[in-house]
């Protein structure tokens, strides 16, 4: 059976991909390639895709790994309905109690009372009149 991944090229700490046609039992380093059929930049999202011969391999039985699926979804490709797409994940902290949003307001601590302001100003005298 027939496989199409991603196949890890690249320097360190800067992978480029490419998308190969391979046998699902061989390792994707193992070199050993039925066909190339694209590239993948992560770092630009650069993407060049053979769409012709991707297709040729979907319609004759070839399984894609999940994020191939993805991509090839995205761009375009109509996928055929035996090929499943993996739920989107969703994130689930495991101790949800323990995060500081969920933590109860604590309410403010009462103020020291500051100098005490001036109660009510003394009444200014009107200047006598002569």
Avoid: C
């Avoid at 496989?3 to 380093?29: C, D, F, N, W």
């Amino acid at each position: 059976m027939l496989a199409i991944r991603m196949q890890r090229k690249g320097r360190a700490h800067y992978p480029t991909y490419r998308i190969v046609v391979q046998e699902s039992q061989r390792h994707p380093l193992s070199g050993r390639v039925v066909a190339e059929v694209g590239n993948y930049n992560p770092a630009t999202k650069n993407l060049t895709l053979d769409k012709e011969a991707v297709e040729k391999y979907l319609k004759n039985g070839s399984q894609p790994s999940g994020r191939v699926a993805f991509i090839l979804k995205k761009n375009g490709i109509k996928l055929p309905k035996w090929v499943k797409l993996a739920p989107k994940k969703s994130v689930k902290a495991k101790h949800a109690d323990k995060l500081r949003k969920n933590q109860p307001k604590e309410a403010p601590a009462p103020e020291a009372p500051a100098e005490e302001a001036p109660a009510e100003e003394a009444p200014t005298e009107a200047p006598a009149e002569s």
